[in-house]
C-alpha cells in the first residue's frame, strides 16, 4: 500500500522540533544558570520593578537623642515584553522527494534557535548590542536600574558607578598574552571588591568573591584565556619568565566561557557567589506552535504547502551589575 510522505512528515515534526527544543533549552540552562535568572514570569505586557537602594546601616546614637532613622530609597523601573516568531514554510513537493530527510533537520534548527533565544540575548546585551544577529533580536537595550548599561563609568546621574573611578571596567591590557589576561583579571576582581553601595558600604565580602568566577570572551582568543588559566609558568610583562601563575597560586576557580557571539577582544568578569544576577528573562508566553496543512488550512491548500507557526513572548531584562566588570 502507498504511503502519503506528508502524513507521516507531520507528527514526527512536531514531537521532533519539541524534542530539539527542549534538549537545547537545557544546555543553555545548565550553560547560564550561575549567572542569568533564566525565567521571571510575567502576567502583564509590562512589568514593574522596585530596585531598592542599600538599607539604612547602624550607627552611634547619641545619649538624649533619638534613635537614628532613615528611609529606604527605592527605584522603580519598567521592563516590557516583545513578541517572538517564526514560520517555516515547505512544500508539500519537497516533503515528497526528501531523499536525503535533509527538510527535517533544517526545520529543527528553527527548534535550536527558539530554545537558544535567551542565550542569544545575554551576548547581545552584554557586548552592547554588537553581536551578529543583533537585528533579531528585541527592539531595546535595557538599562540597569541606576539607569547605565551594563558596563559603564558612569550611573545614569553622573556619578562614578558603585562609588569607584571608572565604575564596573577595568582598563584592558590586550589578549595579547596570558599574563595581559592574569593581571586584568586580578585588577578587576580588586574593582568589584572595591564596589560601594550608597551608604559607603562594601557589596562584597571579599571572601565571597574569591570562590568562583567567570570569564566571558571571544572564542577567537581561546589560547591565550586557555594558557592564563592552566599554564604553570608565563612570561612576565618585562619579558622574563614569571616564577609562576598568580591564578594558579591563588587556587582561584576561573571558568572561561568563550564564545564567537563576542567578535571583539573585550571580555566580562562575573562572580557566580553573587545572591542576586543582573541578566534576567522575563516569560510573559512560552514558546506554542501552530501547524498550518491541507487539513486544516486553505492557505496549505491553495499553495501546496505545509507551515509550521512558533511565537512566544518575553524579553530580556537588567538588574544591578554589582557582579560584573567588563575589561574594555
Given amino acids: 500500500m502507498r504511503v502519503n510522505a506528508s502524513a507521516l512528515f507531520f507528527p514526527k515534526l512536531k514531537t521532533d522540533f519539541w524534542a530539539t527544543y527542549q534538549a537545547n533549552e537545557t544546555q543553555v540552562d545548565a550553560r547560564l544558570s550561575k549567572v542569568m535568572n ?8 509590562s512589568e514593574a520593578f522596585g ?5 539604612p546601616v547602624a550607627r552611634y546614637w547619641a545619649e538624649g537623642e533619638a534613635i537614628p532613622s532613615d528611609e529606604f530609597i527605592t527605584n522603580l523601573f519598567l521592563q516590557r515584553n ?12 519537497s516533503i515528497e522527494d526528501d531523499q536525503s530527510k535533509m527538510i527535517m533537520s533544517r526545520v529543527l534548527e528553527s527548534a ?33 536600574p541606576d539607569g547605565a ?18 565604575g ?57 584565556f586557555e594558557a592564563a588559566m592552566t599554564q604553570m609558568f608565563v612570561v612576565a610583562s618585562s619579558g622574563n619568565a614569571a616564577p609562576s601563575n598568580p591564578k594558579i597560586d591563588a587556587n582561584l576557580k576561573v571558568v572561561p566561557v568563550l564564545n564567537p557571539r563576542i567578535t571583539n577582544n573585550n571580555w566580562a568578569i562575573c562572580a557566580t557567589n553573587a545572591t542576586t544576577k543582573a541578566p534576567y528573562w522575563l516569560e510573559r508566553v ?16 491553495e499553495y501546496d504547502v505545509f507551515k509550521l507557526y512558533v511565537r512566544s513572548r518575553g524579553a530580556i531584562g537588567l538588574s544591578l551589575p554589582i557582579q560584573w566588570v567588563g575589561v574594555q
Fill in 38 to 45: 533564566l525565567s521571571i514570569a510575567s502576567t502583564m505586557a
Fill in 51 to 55: 530596585y531598592a537602594q542599600a538599607a
Fill in 82 to 93: 516583545y513578541k517572538f516568531g517564526i514560520g517555516v514554510e515547505i512544500a508539500q513537493t
Fill in 112 to 144: 535550536a534557535s527558539f530554545a537558544m533565544l535567551k542565550e542569544r540575548h545575554f551576548y547581545w546585551l552584554l557586548t552592547g548590542g554588537a553581536t551578529v544577529d543583533a537585528i533579531q533580536m528585541q527592539p531595546n537595550l535595557p538599562l540597569a
Fill in 149 to 166: 548599561a551594563w558596563f559603564s563609568t558612569t550611573d545614569g546621574g553622573g556619578n562614578a558607578r558603585f562609588g569607584v573611578s571608572g
Fill in 168 to 224: 564596573n571596567i577595568q582598563p584592558t591590557s590586550g589578549v595579547g598574552s596570558p599574563i595581559a589576561i592574569i593581571t586584568d583579571l586580578f585588577n578587576g576582581m580588586a574593582r568589584m571588591a572595591s564596589f560601594l553601595n550608597q551608604e559607603n558600604q562594601p557589596y562584597w565580602n571579599p571572601g565571597d568573591l574569591n570562590r568562583e568566577v567567570c570569564l566571558f570572551a571571544n572564542g577567537a582568543n581561546f589560547l591565550n
Fill in 286 to 301: 512560552a514558546p506554542k506552535e501552530v501547524v498550518g496543512e491541507t487539513g486544516n488550512s486553505d492557505v496549505a491548500r
